[in-house]
């Protein structure tokens, strides 16, 4: 019984962590970039969740922590939260679902580069070129596509 | 599927019916200039705006600010060099031109990094007074930007410069519930900043403004400056700081706040000949830009497809 109620409890859960955006891609969600983990939830109400950096130097960190407390704390029956920044698994895009893909490519013109497979332009679908491995952030490249000249962010997993 | 219209007319009724122009049409000589001096300007302040933020990299209070700043100064960076792309695509000038005209002194950027940063006070003040008017301007040249590239540009920098607001607002609610000493320097640098983060605006906008015709940007510079005004004072004003305009007026019917009379000449003088802190920026810069010019020399020497696009 206790079990049955925790696991409905987990998906409530599960569904709240789901409601966090990424505070530099609004729109999409954290979960749909592979930062969620695991959830531990106990009997009492008490649910830690496990979150996965994509770079552990990520400034964003507290203010997701933050978010995923406050969206976790409004779920029926939770009691207390915890959130735990993992160092392991390491984040790579693999982990981004294809729904978080969709959405990078379409709403912000970002694409998603697997191992050292050539990276399509979201707008024309022509083969980019790298013009810079760093850009705005630890997680993103800059490329260049040479079809229809769109200036292109690419994530990437760390070195 | 490079779009040509033959009159100035017709390239305007397109504008005016929310048309996006995308680099391969042939738009007319004017608009590409205007678009291009706009972006180029904006790359600059990126830079620019950057490097005052890497001054604070060994500075900065504890490793959570920190960390924080480091990652705002690769934001800046990043977003420059993704504007520079796109301002050198409209090909009136390559990406080196730009940066050696900008190191060169020949160049202009916002009134706002002609300033020392000279307290953490002053850092705080900057993240959230600085950085929220360059978010008002930018999102009121995103939401109807008639340049496609720049147009998804902003949206991306938009959505990171909405995070450094918030890591700016962070800063200032722990100043603002800090010590008395930490309250009097952040006051300080209200009263230094105050004034020329309000000016980033600009003057009002001028009836013949291309930026506004060609629908580059979407609102007036006035239009805008108010918006923040209406913001920040306030805002200011619940967390017991003082705002350095004796004329700011409140009226109660609409709850708004109008900033008093605006003295033009620091912005002008900035502008024309720099502020107190140009010449050392510019050359420190220039100084780097020097530095590196073997890897720009090893990087033209190789194959053109060892390095991606040329530059």
């Keep these: ?159 | 599927m490079a779009r040509i219209w033959s009159t100035m007319d017709e390239f305007e009724a397109f504008l005016d019916d929310g048309g996006i122009v995308e680099p391969d049409d042939d738009m007319p000589d004017a608009y590409r200039q205007t678009v291009f001096a706009f972006i180029e300007m904006h790359a600059n302040s990126e830079l620019m705006g950057g490097l005052t933020e890497r001054d604070w990299i060994p500075r900065t209070p504890g490793l959570r600010h920190k960390m924080s700043v480091l990652a705002k100064t690769q934001d800046e960076i990043g977003h420059g060099h993704l504007l520079y792309m796109v301002a050198a695509d409209l090909g009136l000038k390559t990406r080196r031109e730009m940066l050696e005209d900008l190191f060169a002194g020949k160049s202009k950027f916002h009134n706002v990094f002609h300033y020392r940063a000279k307290t953490w006070g002053d850092q705080v003040a900057i993240s959230f007074l600085v950085d929220a008017a360059a978010l008002v301007s930018q999102q009121a040249v995103f939401k109807n930007c008639s340049y496609g590239p720049y147009r998804r540009i902003l949206k991306r920098i938009i959505a990171e410069e909405g995070f450094h607001m918030r890591m700016g607002e962070e800063r200032m609610l722990l100043i603002a519930e800090g010590t008395e000493f930490q309250r009097r320097m952040f006051q300080q640098s209200l009263d230094d900043w105050w004034w020329p983060a309000l000016q980033l605006f600009g003057p009002d906008s001028k009836p013949d403004d291309l930026l506004l015709r060609w629908h580059i940007k979407s609102e007036r510079n006035e239009v805008l400056r108010a918006r923040w005004v209406q913001k920040f004072a306030p805002m200011l004003m619940s967390y017991g700081f003082i705002v350095p305009d004796p004329g700011l007026t409140h009226d109660p019917e609409t709850d708004t706040w109008t900033a008093g009379p605006i003295d033009w000449e620091p912005l002008k003088r900035t502008l024309a000949q720099g502020g107190p802190d140009s010449a050392r920026r510019i050359g420190e810069a220039a100084a780097n830009w020097e530095d590196t010019r073997w890897v720009r020399e090893a990087l033209d020497s190789a194959p053109e497809h060892a390095v991606g696009a040329p530059a």
Excluded: N
């Design chain 1, 1 to 159: 019984m206790t079990t049955a109620l925790a696991s409905t409890l987990e998906a409530r859960v599960r569904d709240a962590v789901a409601t966090v955006d990424d505070p530099e891609y609004p729109g999409v969600s954290i979960v749909d970039l592979g930062l969620f983990e695991a959830l531990l939830v106990t009997g009492d109400g008490t649910v830690e969740v496990r979150l996965v950096p994509t770079f552990s130097g990520c400034p964003a960190l507290g203010m997701i922590a933050d978010e995923v407390r406050t969206a976790v704390a409004t779920v029926d029956g939770v009691q207390r939260v915890e959130v735990r920044w993992l160092g392991a698994p390491v984040w790579t895009v693999d982990r981004i679902s294809e729904a978080g893909r969709e959405a990078l490519a379409r709403e912000f013109t970002v694409a998603v580069r697997i191992g050292r497979k050539p990276v399509a332009c979201p707008r024309c679908g022509a083969e980019t070129w790298e013009d810079s491995l760093f850009g705005p952030s630890r997680c993103r490249a800059v490329h260049l596509c040479p079809s229809c000249t769109e200036v292109v962010e690419v994530m990437r997993s760390g070195a």
